[in-house]
Structure formats: C-alpha cells, structure tokens
C-alpha cells in the first residue's frame, strides 16, 4: 500500500512539472504571436528615461540596494520586442535571442557590452555585431510584459507597478487579519522595508519574485482549508516553486519558499518535531518544483531544437554554487555575509529594529518567564526557517557575492521568521495587566 503511494505521488509530480512546462511553453508561444511594431514604438517613448538609467542607477544615492535593475531589464525589454526572421517561432521561445552591440574601451579589459546600448541600437537600427541567446532561464515575465508593452510604455507600467505592489501588500495584510494572523500580519509589514518596498516598483526585474510571493500567499490563504483537508500542500508549494524559476531571473527567490512555510506553520504548527517534518517535506517539493521545472525547459530546448541548453546550464550551476570563481573571485562564505548584510548596517534599519526590540520586551516584562519557555518549542520551528537565507548564501556563494545588491532581499524572510517567532513566545501568555502585543 506505501508502495504504491509513493509510486501516485511520483507521478502525480512528473505529471504537474509536464504540464507546467507545456503550458508556459505554449503561453510564451502565443505571446510572441502579438505584434511587436508597437511594443517597440512603446519602449522607444521611454528611451530617454532609460537611457539615464544605463548605468543601473539607484533611486537613493549611496544606497546600491535601491538599484531600479536596468542593466536586467533592459535585457527584458529588448526580448519582449525582438523580432527576426532567421529563427522560427519555436527556436525564439526557446532560446530567447537577441542583437548585442559589442564596442569594447582601448585598452581596457571590460567587453564593451551593455543590455541599454544594445536596447537602444537594436530600436533605432544601428548596425549589431553579434546575436546572442539566453536560453537558459524561461522568460516567462514575457507572458504579461508583451502584452503591457502592446499597450503602454514602460514609464506607465512603472506607474502601474507602484499602485499594483501597494495593492497586493494591502491585500495580504488584510487577508491575513480576516483570518485572525495579526502577529503574521505585523510581522509582514515589518519585513517590507527589508525587500527594499521603497524601490522595488522601479525595477521589472526585482519586481517579480514580489509579484510571486504575495500571489502565492493570497492563494494559500483562500485555499488554506481545502489545501489542508486533501493533502494538497505539498503539491502547492511545487506548484509555487515551478511559478517562481518560471517568471524569475534568479534574484531573490528563496522568499517565495520561507514567507508560506511560516503562514503553513501559524495554521498548522503542532509539536516540534512534527513541525520539523513538515518544514522539510514542504521544502523538498518547492525544491522539486523549481529545480524540476528548470531542467525542463532545457529538456525542452535540447529535444526540439538539438541544442546544447542542459550543457550550458550544468556548467553555469557548477560556476555560480558554491565558491566557484568562474564569474568573480570570491572572498569565501563569511565575505558574502558581509556585502548581503552591509545594505541594511544604516540607521534606518537599526531604528526599525530598537522599535521591534522594546515592543518585544515591553510584552515580556508583562509575562510569566515560565510560559515564555512553555512556548519556546513552538518558536524554534520560526527560528529554524529564519536561517534559510544564510543556507541559500552558502549554497550559491558566487551569484550571492557578486549580485548583493539585490539577493540581500533575501534576508526579509528572516526578518519575518524572527517576528513571528517573537509573537509565537508572547501567545496566549496571562500577565498581571493586559497584555502588551505587537
């Protein structure tokens, strides 16, 4: 009987990372059936804008974490209005080409190549010396991006993107107060400052694991007790994972995994060791779900076009985990510490914490010490999640050192894990007087 279980549950996976693959393959398909004429006229009105922004400009200065992504999304861009006739429709979705201006410095060592000159070169028509791929990632972005682009200019959708974000991050606060989560509630909009809210909207790029994680929370939130009573959650953080590599370009997409893993705790949590268990199912099929959906694009790709993807994407893995050197060297795991944590060493950050800080202990010095501990196993599943990031630093040591400016996102999800072990320690606590919350 456990056999045969196991065997359903195999399949049932193999069957959603299919038909996941097959359907964002056939949705980027239909979007790059959309005229493109307009999306380039559209995106050559906001060139000037841009264009100021080709050095990755950051939207407070002395503040690179507040970075507005152009140098990613200009690479987004100009695959959302690429047009050739020398590749079918298939090879374009799979392999994602586009012109590169190449005009390397006398004398210098840096290749001369920007994605905001090769945008601007390929919408005027200048000459381009080279066509390039970038199969290794889905692009799935592209499914909303072309048809915004059809509509509007990327100055609108900025516009767009601020009221959007501030919408969802309403939405999810007011979700999780109708299902009476307020600590979760306060607890996520401490976190915000910490994904760096304030600049976010700016970028397309660091835009998407954002979109990623207050959808998947919404959903989990109207689907908790269906989700709950057949079984489902494993196969929804799958499912999330397989959404997150789909629309993301590797950025900071840990926080799609640890953000539901505590709201999955606050409704479900049980004994520690129980709650251990589910923490680590629950990861694995995340895992399984990004990872799985990954590999299937470059399946993809291989099988239908006779390409080298699963090559080139096996020898970018090898180079970007761990300490490889391939892109940069690196000065080890205690180095990529230091930059992911150097963003928040400001006193913005400090006056969030000192305000956290007295009122937690203002709710301590009106509890029993004794509950406290009562409470203390129930905590240490929050406290457990809250290392993920430094787990995922260690892991990819290269890509988190080089792109600190935005995988230090990742470190809001520790911010949340914290609080919400802090407000698990202060639960159902008696004190003498009413009890303090925050």
Same mark, same amino acid.
């Given at each position: 009987?456990?056999?045969?279980?196991?065997?359903?549950?195999?399949?049932?996976?193999?069957?959603?990372?299919?038909?996941?693959?097959?359907?964002?393959?056939?949705?980027?398909?239909?979007?790059?059936?959309?005229?493109?004429?307009?999306?380039?006229?559209?995106?050559?009105?906001?060139?000037?804008?841009?264009?100021?922004?080709?050095?990755?400009?950051?939207?407070?200065?002395?503040?690179?974490?507040?970075?507005?992504?152009?140098?990613?999304?200009?690479?987004?861009?100009?695959?959302?209005?690429?047009?050739?006739?020398?590749?079918?429709?298939?090879?374009?979705?799979?392999?994602?080409?586009?012109?590169?201006?190449?005009?390397?410095?006398?004398?210098?060592?840096?290749?001369?190549?920007?994605?905001?000159?090769?945008?601007?070169?390929?919408? $005027?028509?200048?000459?381009?010396?080279?066509?390039?791929?970038?199969?290794?990632?889905?692009?799935?972005?592209?499914?909303?991006?072309?048809?915004?682009?059809?509509?509007?200019?990327?100055?609108?959708?900025?516009?767009?993107?601020?009221?959007?974000?501030?919408?969802?991050?309403?939405?999810?606060?007011?979700?999780?107060?109708?299902?009476?989560?307020?600590?979760?509630?306060?607890?996520?909009?401490?976190?915000?400052?910490?994904?760096?809210?304030?600049?976010?909207?700016?970028?397309?790029?660091?835009?998407?694991?954002?979109?990623?994680?207050?959808?998947?929370?919404?959903?989990?939130?109207?689907?908790?007790?269906?989700?709950?009573?057949?079984?489902?959650?494993?196969?929804?953080?799958?499912?999330?994972?397989?959404?997150?590599?789909?629309?993301?370009?590797?950025?900071?997409?840990?926080?799609?995994?640890?953000?539901?893993?505590? $709201?999955?705790?606050?409704?479900?949590?049980?004994?520690?060791?129980?709650?251990?268990?589910?923490?680590?199912?629950?990861?694995?099929?995340?895992? $399984?779900?990004?990872?799985?959906?990954?590999?299937? !694009?470059?399946?993809?790709?291989?099988?239908?076009?006779?390409?080298?993807?699963?090559?080139?994407?096996?020898?970018?893995?090898?180079?970007?985990?761990?300490?490889?050197?391939?892109?940069?060297?690196?000065?080890?795991?205690?180095?990529?510490?230091?930059?992911?944590?150097?963003?928040?060493?400001?006193?913005?950050?400090?006056?969030?914490?000192?305000?956290?800080?007295?009122?937690?202990?203002?709710?301590?010095?009106?509890?029993?010490?004794?509950?406290? !501990?009562?409470?203390?196993?129930?905590?240490?599943?929050?406290?457990?999640?809250?290392?993920?990031?430094?787990?995922?630093?260690?892991?990819?040591?290269?890509?988190?050192?080089?792109?600190?400016?935005?995988?230090?996102?990742?470190?809001?999800?520790?911010?949340?894990?914290?609080?919400?072990?802090?407000?698990?320690?202060?639960?159902?606590?008696?004190?003498?007087?009413?009890?303090?919350?925050?």
């Amino acid at each position: 009987m456990k056999k045969k279980r196991v065997t359903k549950l195999i399949v049932n996976h193999i069957i959603l990372l299919t038909a996941g693959a097959l359907s964002g393959l056939i949705a980027l398909l239909l979007v790059h059936l959309l005229p493109v004429s307009p999306m380039q006229s559209h995106v050559y009105w906001s060139l000037e804008m841009i264009e100021k922004e080709f050095s990755d400009e950051v939207l407070i200065d002395g503040y690179r974490s507040t970075l507005t992504g152009n140098f990613t999304d200009c690479l987004m861009l100009e695959h959302a209005v690429y047009s050739s006739k020398e590749h079918t429709l298939l090879e374009q979705v799979l392999h994602m080409y586009r012109r590169e201006s190449y005009n390397p410095p006398e004398g210098g060592d840096e290749d001369g190549w920007q994605p905001g000159n090769s945008l601007k070169d390929y919408l $005027i028509g200048a000459p381009q010396s080279r066509e390039v791929s970038y199969s290794r990632y889905w692009h799935g972005y592209l499914v909303l991006l072309k048809p915004l682009l059809l509509l509007t200019s990327f100055n609108t959708i900025r516009l767009f993107q601020s009221a959007v974000q501030l919408i969802l991050a309403g939405w999810v606060v007011m979700a999780l107060c109708q299902r009476k989560a307020y600590p979760l509630a306060k607890a996520f909009l401490l976190s915000l400052p910490f994904l760096f809210f304030v600049s976010t909207y700016a970028s397309l790029s660091l835009s998407i694991c954002f979109y990623v994680l207050t959808a998947a929370i919404l959903v989990q939130l109207k689907m908790d007790r269906l989700l709950s009573r057949r079984g489902w959650y494993g196969l929804f953080f799958l499912m999330v994972g397989m959404a997150t590599v789909y629309f993301d370009f590797l950025t900071y997409p840990l926080v799609t995994l640890v953000y539901p893993l505590e $709201i999955y705790l606050h409704f479900h949590g049980s004994t520690f060791k129980k709650d251990i268990i589910g923490i680590i199912k629950k990861s694995v099929e995340w895992s $399984i779900g990004y990872v799985g959906m990954w590999a299937a !694009k470059w399946i993809l790709a291989d099988c239908l076009t006779g390409s080298t993807c699963i090559q080139d994407a096996v020898e970018t893995i090898f180079i970007r985990t761990g300490s490889a050197q391939g892109y940069s060297k690196i000065g080890g795991f205690f180095s990529v510490l230091a930059k992911n944590f150097q963003p928040f060493l400001n006193w913005c950050y400090i006056l969030i914490a000192i305000l956290f800080a007295v009122l937690f202990f203002a709710g301590m010095s009106k509890t029993f010490f004794r509950k406290i !501990k009562s409470n203390l196993p129930g905590a240490a599943s929050y406290f457990l999640l809250a290392s993920y990031p430094f787990v995922w630093f260690f892991l990819t040591q290269n890509h988190s050192e080089q792109h600190w400016q935005y995988t230090c996102r990742i470190l809001a999800a520790s911010v949340f894990a914290v609080i919400s072990g802090c407000c698990v320690l202060l639960r159902n606590i008696p004190s003498r007087e009413a009890p303090v919350s925050f």
